[in-house]
């Protein structure tokens, strides 16, 4: 059983990438590490207790022992000894129908429930996020969205190109708008109704996708007062987190409100309240009277939570 190692962290050298002749030799080297994922669930080690993961990076006689030596890959980049990792994505049928396959190097573990139970550090969290957004993007983009010709993979998996028209095609990041809306010495917190089969009662900050043509602070401002009929003034960046189920981006705000009138739009958000800094506390800590909850710790409307309750 393999132990817990280095955090792993790769410099991607994208200008790299569209040397296919070098890319190949990186590929072909007995050095290189492969990380396999299997329906999109990165294999990991775990420490004794479970309570903390790292990436399960397999040599490359291992990659040709389970048979996936000619199998296609994405190049993650070189980690500082210049070593090159790269990402295999199958499908979990293959994993399975294969003895002495990959699944014989299984935990695979589901990417998003690593991300919030944090047991990925930042640095491997990106780059499984990474495979797993290119594997989705390539099962997405296999025929031209301008002609309907098949297109074909290039740069290490980080490109695609119609065979007929040339048009090519990049993996795509969906910028999200989450914003911690204040007013004075309160914040809002909402509960919205995708949340009704948890059983506790979870609630969060908002949030909505950007929209074409739009800025951030007009993302924010379109998004609060849709969802609570808030008019918003200052809008301010705080910091942003990779999402990338499939593959977003969020960027999180906070955003004061000229008013504390709500106006809730039901089909997006069933309950939402102002509370203080101690009532936020007494949620943060689990011990709230109406048993009421925030998200966790590596989410980023926990971040935004935090930043509000220390001032
Ligand atoms: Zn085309």
Request: glycine share 6%.
């Amino acid at each position: 059983m393999p132990t817990l190692g280095s955090v792993k962290s790769l410099d991607r050298v994208s200008h790299k990438r569209a040397d296919a002749d070098w890319l190949a030799a990186q590929a072909a080297s007995d050095a290189s590490r492969t990380l396999l994922l299997v329906d999109l669930k990165p294999a990991i080690v775990s420490n004794a207790e479970q309570t903390q993961a790292q990436l399960r990076w397999l040599p490359h006689a291992k990659i040709a022992a389970l048979g996936l030596a000619d199998w296609p890959r994405h190049f993650m980049g070189l980690d500082p000894a210049q070593v090159p990792h790269f990402a295999i994505a199958i499908t979990e049928h293959r994993a399975i129908a294969t003895p002495g396959g990959p699944f014989s190097v299984r935990p695979y573990v589901d990417l998003r429930t690593l991300a919030v139970q944090g047991q990925l550090t930042p640095e491997e969290l990106s780059i499984a996020g990474a495979a797993r957004a290119l594997t989705e993007w390539h099962s997405n983009c296999r025929c031209c969205g301008h002609c309907g010709s098949a297109t074909d993979t290039k740069d290490g998996g980080w490109r695609r190109k119609c065979f007929a028209c040339g048009k090519e095609f990049f993996p795509r990041t969906d910028p999200v708008v989450i914003m911690l809306v204040t007013h004075g010495d309160r914040c809002l917190i909402s509960h919205e109704p995708r949340f009704k089969d948890i059983q506790l009662r979870m609630f969060s900050t908002l949030a909505g996708f950007l929209e074409p043509g739009e800025d951030i602070e007009h993302a924010v401002r379109r998004e609060v007062m849709e969802e609570v009929g808030l008019d918003i003034g200052e809008v301010r960046y705080q910091e942003s987190q990779p999402w990338p189920f499939p593959h977003s981006l969020m960027l999180g705000c906070r955003a004061e409100a000229k008013t504390m009138d709500l106006k809730l739009d039901p089909a997006e958000i069933e309950e939402a309240r102002w509370v203080d800094r101690a009532e936020l506390a007494i949620i943060l800590e689990g011990r709230h009277p109406e048993h009421l909850t925030l998200p966790g710790k590596h989410a980023i409307a926990y971040k935004l939570l935090r930043a509000f309750l220390e001032g």
